[in-house]
């Protein structure tokens, strides 16, 4: 099985920077995604790591230590619009495996 | 390309009552997949498909059933509504190629608008 734990609520400043943690415990690992969900419409996929390390895309970094079972998701130079939800999902291992297991998500309001 | 498309938006629907929850992406996508998503609760699989004519259980099935009779369909079913039905019911879809082992972003998935269900 797999358990995922994320923040419920955050509360960031505009054009500040804020980390969104993760961890999870599962019986196996084959990557972790973060997505973006915007009140009231459908998650958009933000980033996937599978190795240990920083991946770095414009504005949003995620980081993952299969060590450790962690990962964060880096939000620089916050614009209001980046208030949301972000939902860390794990991927089981198996090679015919793609189906996701979605933490509870994490609620980023960003203030003036 | 519309992406993923549900249909309806919204529906109250009386306990008891049946109905069917449209899915149809024009992406050629080979997997499909149901979610529901409770306030609070993050998003549980209900079922999924890996290709025309399979499916399988997720988390959550238990009332619940569905078909794949194409690529591009994959509509849910509810045989009778239950209150503990409520939720928004979101579809989503990728693409993974045949013989794939893992990799990087095989399994982004693609969600469509979603569709708020009552049952009261």
């Known amino acids: 099985g797999q358990n995922i734990d994320q923040p419920t609520e955050m509360t960031a400043t505009e054009g500040a920077i804020v980390q969104i943690n993760c961890t999870y415990q599962?019986?196996?690992?084959?990557?972790l995604f973060w997505y973006q969900q915007h009140a009231g419409e459908a998650p958009t996929f933000l980033s996937y790591?599978?190795?240990?390390g920083l991946e770095e895309k414009g504005r949003f970094s995620s980081f993952l230590s299969r060590s450790k079972g962690y990962s964060y998701l880096l939000l620089k130079e916050l614009q209001m619009k980046d208030s949301a939800s972000y939902l860390c999902?794990?991927?089981?291992?198996?090679?015919?495996?793609?189906?996701?297991?979605f933490g509870k998500g994490t609620k980023l309001s960003v203030i003036p | 390309n519309a992406g993923v498309t549900q249909t309806p938006k919204f529906r109250i629907l009386k306990i008891g009552q049946s109905m069917t929850l449209q899915c149809t992406q024009d992406?050629?996508?080979?997997?499909m997949y149901w979610y529901r998503q409770d306030p609070g609760m993050g998003l549980k699989l209900i079922y999924y498909?890996?290709?025309?004519?399979?499916?399988d259980k997720g988390e959550v099935p238990n009332g619940y059933n569905v078909s794949r009779s194409t690529t591009e369909d994959f509509p849910l079913r509810l045989e009778l509504a239950a209150p503990s039905q409520t939720s928004v019911y979101f579809c989503?879809?990728?693409?993974?190629?045949?013989?794939?082992?893992?990799?990087?972003?095989?399994?982004?998935?693609?969600f469509g608008p979603g569709t708020r269900l009552t049952v009261l």
């Open positions: 599962t019986s196996g690992f084959n990557g």
């Open positions: 790591n599978v190795l240990d």
């Open positions: 999902a794990v991927r089981p291992p198996g090679a015919g495996s793609y189906q996701l297991t």
């Open positions: 989503a879809s990728s693409y993974i190629p045949a013989g794939h082992r893992g990799g990087r972003s095989y399994n982004e998935q693609f």
């Open positions: 498909s890996v290709g025309a004519g399979i499916t």
């Open positions: 992406m050629n996508h080979n997997y």
